[in-house]
């Protein structure tokens, strides 16, 4: 099998918070997502993967140039992390949304 014929694919993951690891992989036609994973580190706890930010299932079929990104689950709820982000930085001054009309 020649060289050109293999997909390349992109494997993202973030091994912890503020670090991201990408590592490009020469897979024959026809793997899966589930072949791509097998580079992995053992030790990566995952939930979901997905390609190009769309979720897949790992029976599912990888073209030529595909990202596969592997999510890690959440630490901290999302706005749990909002309030602790404001109490640091404060209020927002201005609001992104229109104020309502007085009746």
């Known amino acids: 099998m020649a060289g050109a014929e293999m997909l390349q694919i992109e494997l993202c993951w973030s091994p912890a918070a503020q670090r991201l690891e990408l590592q490009v992989l020469s897979l024959p036609p026809g793997s899966l997502v ?13 939930e979901r993967v997905g390609v190009w930010g769309h979720k897949v299932e790992l029976e599912d079929a990888l073209t030529h140039g595909d990202r596969v990104e592997v999510y890690r689950g959440l630490t901290v709820d999302p706005m749990e992390a909002r309030r602790r982000r404001l109490a640091v930085q404060g209020r927002p001054r201005a609001s992104r949304h229109r104020p309502q009309r007085k009746p």
């Open 34 to 46: 589930r072949d791509a994973l097998a580079a992995l580190p053992a030790d990566l706890l995952w």
